[in-house]
Nanobody, 119 residues
């Protein structure tokens, strides 16, 4: 089992910045990769940023150059630094862990944290 707890969401003006955190606990050894997803009202959940256990990253085109995903293996925490925020970044942001034990894979999700970009 893996537990994920997000924090750091809130209300920010356009052009502002926020940093989301995802604290990871449980069977951390089983995690291959971590990611941030978001879901806006009336829309499907979408991948925002992804980081592998080796540190390779990739981003959605809409956030590339503005958002940065990183991980602190000592603190067992994954971060999403969001800069130059736009109203269209408003969504609930979810932390995701891709776990594998043997041939069994499983996705774990946090409870989500609201990010609202508005003046």
């Amino acid at each position: 089992q893996v537990q994920l707890v997000e924090s750091g969401g809130g209300l920010v003006q356009p052009g502002g910045s926020l940093r989301l955190s995802c604290a990871v606990s449980g069977s951390i050894f089983s995690i291959n990769a971590m990611a941030w997803y978001r879901q806006a009202p009336g829309k499907q959940r979408e991948l925002v940023a992804h980081i592998t256990s080796g540190g390779s990253t990739n981003y959605a085109g809409t956030v590339k150059g503005r958002f940065t995903i990183s991980r602190d293996n000592v603190k067992n925490t994954v971060y999403l630094q969001m800069n130059t925020l736009k109203p269209e970044d408003t969504a609930v942001y979810y932390c995701n862990a891709e776990s594998q034990v043997g041939t069994m894979t499983h996705d774990y999700w946090g409870q989500g944290t609201q990010v609202t970009v508005s003046s």
